[in-house]
């Protein structure tokens, strides 16, 4: 049977999907073009904006329609914060629990011909194990250590769609970390939902794990899908700083660099807090890239609070902004909130920022103007190959290199996107 997976959304929708296609392979599934006519669809849907809901729709409707008598199925966090969406033609619908079970769902269907729905009011607390061998065409494998949310912020839907906080167990990291290094992967991606909060549940530390995962004989880099600045505590910066593997990129969320809208968010800093830890990083490692998450027009953001988080993040010298407008969420606090923003003044602040982060993302390229840089080739084509750097700064550099080999380069010039290299 032939199978076609979509994925929206986050790092972890993406380890979980490559999951389910290394399980599907070991059953002698054919994984297809998922826009091509298959025997099965798998949306792995997203729910985090009303953009991200929208294109959830989008492709479950695509599936029907490219073959209405294949199996459908949908899952995700979109399912979870929808648990009333329902749709003539989807055959299997999960939340974000039972994805691992993908195989026998699939049988059991087969069998009954009804519709399999499986959704839970409470996640529990054991973590759902998955474990990746390969990961597809990527020179870096995800490795998913983490599930849920307890933060609570009051714009976020995700506490509601994931559950409280669970963590896989330090061994099957560590196990699973080394075979994919066995398997060729220099560069590991440790991703969760709230990936610093990682062994909370377990009485063991995040940055414990960092220290075991470090001893991995041929693991040479090793990155973290984003961490909160609240969780960048001593141990994390005495980790960091005797560190040879971690990479010199962290993604730390802001969401607002204004004390009024952060504290209507519900974060638990504010940016006095945030810019004291981002100058201890630089402390210990100066050409850290630091990029964040922000979002524009929260309800009471002002243009007055606007320009303080612009001239806040100007201030910081971040490396990159994932800038986002504020979407209504079903069910959290924010929805209740006075002064709801329009959306035009939303889209003209985005632009703004979105601007100001291509500023910053030149002046911190042109740092490493005539450096060496080590880049790990990600696409290799007749006449030029991609990859990126420790620091994330993609290179391309004008001649085939095999793909996954990591080779030294001298960088040359700045043609944005991509600094132009040379193979030393």
Do not use: W
Request: aromatic share 8%; with cysteine.
């Amino acid at each position: 049977m032939k199978v076609g997976i979509c994925t929206l959304g986050c790092k972890v929708n993406t380890y979980e999907s490559e999951y389910i296609e290394n399980l599907l392979k070991q059953n002698h599934y054919e994984i297809n073009n998922f826009n091509d006519y298959n025997d099965v669809y798998i949306i792995n849907t997203c729910s985090v904006t009303n953009t991200a809901d929208q294109k959830s729709r989008k492709m479950i409707h695509r599936a029907i329609k490219l073959n209405k008598d294949a199996i459908i199925i949908v899952m995700g966090c979109f399912i979870e914060a929808n648990k009333d969406y329902n749709i003539e033609g989807v055959d299997i619908i999960l939340g974000n629990k039972d994805k691992s079970k993908i195989i026998d769902l699939i049988a059991e269907y087969q069998k009954t011909k009804k519709q399999i729905v499986r959704l839970y009011d409470d996640f529990d607390a054991c973590f759902e194990d998955m474990q990746v061998t390969t990961f597809g065409s990527r020179s870096r494998a995800f490795v998913k250590i983490q599930d849920g949310c307890e933060n609570f912020c009051s714009y976020c839907i995700i506490p509601y769609t994931r559950g409280k906080c669970r963590s896989k167990e330090k061994d099957k990291v560590i196990q699973e970390v080394k075979m994919l290094v066995d398997h060729g992967y220099q560069e590991i991606v440790l991703t969760g939902i709230h990936t610093g909060h990682y062994g909370v549940d377990k009485h063991y530390t995040f940055s414990s794990l960092l220290k075991e995962l470090e001893k991995i004989e041929g693991l040479k880099r090793l990155r973290i899908s984003s961490i909160e600045i609240t969780e960048l505590d001593d141990e994390f910066l005495d980790t960091l700083k005797n560190s040879k593997v971690i990479v010199d990129h962290m993604h730390i969320p802001m969401q607002s660099g204004c004390d009024e809208i952060l504290k209507a968010m519900n974060r638990k800093y504010d940016t006095t807090y945030y810019k004291k830890k981002i100058k201890a990083i630089r402390k210990i490692r100066p050409n850290m890239a630091i990029t964040t998450d922000v979002i524009v027009g929260f309800p009471g953001e002002s243009e007055e609070l606007f320009e303080k988080t612009y001239a806040f993040i100007e201030q910081l010298q971040l490396a990159k902004l994932h800038v986002f407008p504020y979407s209504m969420r079903k069910g959290t606090k924010a929805t209740t909130l006075p002064q709801q923003i329009a959306e035009p003044i939303k889209k003209q602040r985005c632009k703004k920022l979105i601007e100001l982060s291509k500023e910053l993302e030149n002046r911190y390229m042109n740092r490493f103007l005539n450096c060496k840089q080590d880049v790990l080739i990600e696409l290799s084509k007749e006449d030029y190959s991609l990859g990126h750097t420790s620091n994330f700064l993609h290179v391309k550099i004008k001649s085939r290199i095999p793909k996954d080999k990591m080779v030294q380069v001298k960088i040359i010039r700045n043609e944005y996107p991509y600094l132009i290299g040379e193979v030393i």
